[in-house]
């Protein structure tokens, strides 16, 4: 079966430019930022004391900070790839001695947009897990809940780019785990600071 050519010009483009690995970083980054930024949230809020009354307030600090991540991560990652594409264009015109062909123009401008939109809907993506529970449980049993799929999704993430270059996935993911319970201590200990 034949591809539609969408998905050909996709193709392409992705293999001029490169974009697999692009992307996955861009990935990681964003769900990476949103994960701990919720997390950030939620830690914070149990530290302060703050209680079933106040849930609403946290879910809405966290959609809130999950959309503005997702939108500083979209138009950042755009307007850092779309310089850098339009160096690399002009890198690529000297060493050639000659113009890029508007498809390979093209495939720049894709790969900048499709940069954006992954660094973009990374956040919300890592977002999603902790804040589900706080529309169902109490306020603590929440925290709790939130605080451990926090966790296991850090855990995923990391296990999954070990097994990209063949580590042990547990000790990568467990690194990654490590990050978000340092954050969360962190985070936890500052009550005591009264900030």
Do not use: C, N
Not at 62 to 74: C, E, K, N, Q, T
Not at 128 to 156: D, N, R, S, W
């Amino acid at each position: 079966m034949e591809r539609p050519p969408w998905r050909q010009r996709v193709k392409e483009y992705s293999e001029i430019t490169d974009l697999g690995p692009v992307a996955r970083r861009y990935f990681v980054i964003g769900a990476f930022d949103g994960a701990l930024t919720i997390l950030g949230i939620i830690v914070g809020a149990a530290a302060a004391g703050v209680g079933e009354s106040e849930k609403a307030l946290v879910l809405t600090a966290s959609v809130s900070a999950a959309i503005a991540l997702a939108v500083s991560s979209a138009v950042g990652a755009y307007e850092a790839e779309r310089v850098e594409k339009k160096l690399d264009i002009s890198t690529l015109e000297r060493a050639m001695l000659t113009r890029l062909s508007e498809e390979h123009k093209g495939a720049f401008r894709f790969a900048a947009y499709a940069s954006a939109f992954v660094h973009g809907v990374a956040p919300l993506i890592a977002a999603l897990p902790p804040v589900l529970p706080f529309f169902f449980l109490p306020f603590e049993t929440a925290t709790i809940v939130a605080v451990g799929l926090t966790l296991a999704f850090l855990f995923a993430m990391g296990a999954y780019l070990g097994s990209l270059v063949r580590e042990r996935v547990v000790v990568t993911g467990l690194r990654f785990i490590g990050a978000g319970v340092a954050t969360a201590l962190v985070l936890w200990l500052l009550k005591g600071g009264a900030l």
